[in-house]
T-cell receptor, first 114, second 113 residues
Framework: EAQVTQNPRYLITVTGKKLTVTCSQN?????MSWYRQDPGLGLRQIYYSMNVEVTDKGDVPEGYKVSRKEKRNFPLILESPSPNQTSLYFC?????????????FGPGTRLTVL | AQSVTQPDIHITVSEGASLELRCNYSYGATPYLFWYVQSPGQGLQLLLKYFSGDTLVQGIKGFEAEFKRSQSSFNLRKPSVHWSDAAEYFCAVGGGGSYIPTFGRGTSLIVHP
């Protein structure tokens, strides 16, 4: 089954404790991205990757890092989480990244930073 | 810069009634337009998309949307709503080059039995 998986689905942590949210897709997609969803703000893109070793900032990259060492994986790293990063995070992928491609979304990771 | 406005935060309809969710966009060239649905606890799923051609687009689950360039709108419609349609709906706009779509803030659909 074609899918995008994220782990963990739920995470509660404390300020400053480094964490990684994993994302994996099994569709051999070149393009992957991370979004955060906040009430009243919709989805905002954090980072995206057009292919292995190619990443770029989205609209709200501050406080986040990403890496793309393998085509299927695109982890999101919070080196020093802060309470304003409490949010619902989605990973997405598409075939090549052109606007006509359909994006496939993971189920989401709900992060709470205390 | 591209932007999307979904003027309705919440919409309440009765089961079996018709539905229209509004979406207005701002984009300098021909836009690529999308509607996504997010069911509770789920990720986003693409309902339909418009790139060119026929301005009335059919999607999954009985939804359709109409692109009106003169009004910069891409409203989502369904003739008869089912209780399972209760969800959050997002309109998005993108275009050309790399894929950095802009999403609206979402409209929450509540369906009364």
């Amino acid at each position: 089954e074609a899918q995008v998986t994220q782990n963990p689905r739920y995470l509660i942590t404390v300020t400053g404790k480094k964490l990684t949210v994993t994302c994996s897709q099994n569709m051999n997609h070149e393009y992957m991205s991370w979004y955060r969803q906040d009430p009243g703000l919709g989805l905002r893109q954090i980072y995206y990757s057009m292919n292995v070793e190619v990443t770029d900032k989205g609209d709200v990259p501050e406080g986040y890092k990403v890496s793309r060492k393998e085509k299927r994986n695109f982890p999101l790293i919070l080196e020093s989480p802060s309470p304003n990063q409490t949010s619902l995070y989605f990973c997405a992928s598409s075939l090549t990244g052109v606007s006509t491609d359909t994006q496939y979304f993971g189920p989401g990771t709900r992060l709470t930073v205390l | 810069a591209q932007s999307v406005t979904q003027p309705d935060i919440h919409i309440t309809v009765s089961e079996g009634a018709s539905l229209e969710l509004r979406c207005n966009y701002s984009y300098g060239a021909t836009p690529y337009l999308f509607w996504y649905v997010q069911s509770p606890g789920q990720g986003l799923q693409l309902l339909l998309k418009y790139f060119s051609g026929d301005t009335l687009v059919q999607g999954i689950k009985g939804f359709e949307a109409e692109f009106k360039r003169s009004q910069s709108s891409f409203n989502l419609r369904k003739p008869s709503v089912h209780w399972s349609d209760a969800a959050e709906y997002f309109c998005a706009v993108g275009g050309g080059g790399s894929y950095i779509p802009t999403f609206g803030r979402g409209t929450s659909l509540i369906v009364h039995p």
